[in-house]
């Protein structure tokens, strides 16, 4: 697929400075692209790199807009443009429509004729699927799960009964939703398994990562609202619910009943503990631990800085005897005032 | 299903006060719940919310057994005898028995007639599976495998060749048994693998979460014992043996060789280093790593805690400079000495 | 299948002491071994052991050549030779080659006659499979991968379009190679999604553990190097290049475009933050969150230390103080300078 500079800005907007008619066929990094590659400067630090670059055109926002000479398009926002020009030049490959013969569809499951259900996949029953949704090799769809429109379900996803999943959904292989959530009463020393009955359901425009885990509920629902983005190998246990638009890095475990606001963004291997409340707007580090609920938006963080082993270990061993550090240092307070 | 107060009692024990033909027909929150449905209250300290409430009946200890007019069931423990009421109320869907047409079962296997092989599994050769157990579409058995009798696996579970599933394991979707274990001898720079030729062995009523993983012994096996609990995201590495009834939350890991009490507790994304011994009775908190043996019951933590990011910051440079910090508190304790 | 001490050392090299014919049916440790077994020592200090072993025959370094009466065979390296020994006693079991029926193949797929492609598998469009390479149950293999010689790709492993497998790789069953990088622009408070249009590039004799995840590549490709060893539920982001021979530990999130030097061992649950450089034979400690980029060689480490909850709540309470604790310091050193 090959556009002009002029074809994009018709369907994406932005403005087009220098030769319209140059042909774009791939995106690609400044330091990468050739003479049919649009590239972009989303950091006016980074202006330098123009000077160097092959690329037939570049995106650029308005301040830097006369910062070369090539071909460009000038946008408020020169990353989001060149998200949506790559996804332009690089469309989904075609799946064919239909049921593959090598899949299994249970009793009563409504699918789209318009939608796609890969080789190995088995649909159990009074399962629905919204059109242009696919269902990729090898997944499992539970018995009465509803799927929206334009779902894409990488193979090997798996989706427990009753679980909802909103339109234009994305979910890595290896993905596990529905899973019974851990809940376990302790009788005479021994667990006993509380049946988990809630579901998973799923808003609109989300997506999921390559083997996250998203828990059902225990009695009400684990709810991921719309606009979310969980990356790969994330827990999310039962009950939880993430609000829109939060993003959330891989490896990241948040315990049952932990509500999160809208709009938050949660660095990697992050953790939360359960029963908490996370306001909106909240930005948590990375390998930080949130143990108690966060009220106010803001920057939180956990992280103890690393370091030579060598030094690390001299100084983590007082780690121990902070408190005896802290009343030493209280003695010498008290003598220093009675002095 | 529907039961009535007096039928629950009679199957699970537990002293009825109020109207004991009440009926019910599922389990739900004290928050949730309307006419046909009983709640618990496990804590005293929530009393408040029965008298808001829309339960049908509730399930009360015999402190709180005066505290709602509302019909109820008087238990020691009522937080299980809800687990035990749900499990009533919500049996597992029936299954049919035998072979799919489309699951694959290899030379030798002998499959109990009241087992269940779903679609698109696959059985190795002499595979032995007991009666009642159900395996899930897409799981891979491999060769030699011995499972018990009422063993649950759900869809796309791995169990590599000659591992031993106990009775009443519940593994979900993505869990992997048997892999092998991270073993190589370095020589000349380079790895050299050492085939990992012990099993995985589990005991009886095991659950393990979904993407789970328990790689196979090096030499000897890795053991799980009876009644152990595992979460989601769980990495126990080669000739690890857990306790009985020890419970893991999601995203811990355990490095190879270590051996873990009995009834121990440990929390998310916590790890244990490998060649440890923890004693029974241990509860290590969330995130905490354990570097050393522990040789006694008790709690343990080393969890780093959490602030606004500009507090943290300021905080955390001193944490390169406490061995510092006590040499200018042990100087200015000598100086005081001296003086 | 059994070796006499002299025909394993004549295939491996290594010198016999004692009785070259004792016949070798398997590999032990020194606790486990009886007569038809071999074990080893690789470290002097536990040469108390071989007193008490039953084994057959020993594998020892030069310096313990003569700490035993047994047969035995003396190498430079006793762990890497019991390696291979292992490896002689423990070839993979066989498998069929060819395509089973029950596997699926896209069009001008190019299968090597002495592959093995088992029940379930699904291969795509384009795909080239080398020799003697064993794709296993239910794997699915997107359009045009190519994969090399030798590989073995255990049950359910899930290899996304265009990507290349070298020669000898080992990816353990839950693998997920080739998903989607963790990639999206925010317009307007949502996300815009960011094709991934990279490749995973895998150099030859590489192992993956169960679970792991390695994404595609955003604009260019990520890249894992020949040698690498990655243990289970490993986490890489788009654009990662791991360096030869690096062994990485379960649990490790490396985050995007981060560069990771040859011949490095990171340890467990460990994390590294994206655009960082990591230089050659660097060792990082378990746990430990690495947030600026490594250009020496070394160990590094930032582990807080456990302790009883007690007394690590006594002391991490302090952390939230230590740059108060290090004004009271100065206040204390100013004071006895003026005094």
């Known amino acids: ?6 074809q994009i800005a018709a369907r994406l907007g932005g ?4 030769d319209a008619g140059v042909e774009i066929a791939q995106v690609a990094t400044l330091e990468q692209a050739d003479s049919g590659k649009i590239s972009f400067l989303a950091n006016s630090k980074y202006r330098g790199k123009l000077a160097l670059t092959g690329a037939g055109a570049v995106i650029l926002s308005d301040a830097d807009a006369d910062a070369t000479d090539l071909p460009r398009i000038v946008s408020s926002n020169p990353y989001a443009y060149f998200a949506k020009v790559s996804a332009l030049l690089n469309p989904y490959s075609a799946v064919p429509c239909g049921v593959h013969p090598a899949a299994i569809v249970g009793k009563g499951a409504k699918i789209d004729p318009s939608a796609s259900i890969a080789a190995m996949a088995t649909i159990g029953e009074g399962v629905e699927i919204g059109a242009r949704s696919v ?3 090898g997944c499992f769809i539970g018995d009465n799960v509803r799927i929206g429109v334009n779902v894409r379900l990488y193979p090997r996803v798996v989706v427990y009964h009753d679980c909802v999943l909103g339109d234009n959904l994305i979910a890595h292989s290896g ?3 529905g899973a019974d959530g851990f809940g376990f009463a302790m009788e005479e020393g021994c667990w006993i398994k509380i049946p988990q009955i809630g579901r998973v359901v799923i808003g609109k425009d989300v997506e999921i990562g390559a083997n996250t885990t ?3 509920g225990a009695l009400d629902d684990t709810v991921i609202e719309e606009g979310v983005k969980l990356d790969n190998q994330i827990q999310i246990a039962h009950n939880v619910r993430i609000g829109a638009h939060t993003a959330i890095a891989g490896c990241v475990g948040i315990a049952g009943s932990t509500t999160i606001g809208k709009r938050c963004q949660i660095g990697g291997s992050a953790g939360i503990l359960g029963h908490l409340q996370i306001a909106d707007d909240v930005v948590i580090a990375s390998f930080t631990l949130i143990g108690k609920s966060i009220h106010e938006a803001g920057s939180y963080a956990a992280i103890f800085p690393f370091g030579k082993t060598e030094d690390w270990r001299k100084n983590a061993v007082h780690l121990r005897h902070l408190d005896e550090m802290n009343r030493r240092i209280k003695r010498l307070e008290q003598s220093k005032q009675e002095s």
Chains 1, 2, 3 share one sequence.
Request: charged share 20%.
């Open 175 to 177: 993905a596990v939703i």
């Open 1 to 6: 697929m090959v556009y002009t500079l002029a």
């Open 135 to 137: 269902i990729g090799e």
């Open 15 to 18: 403005r087009v400075l220098g």
């Open 214 to 216: 998203i828990d059902r």
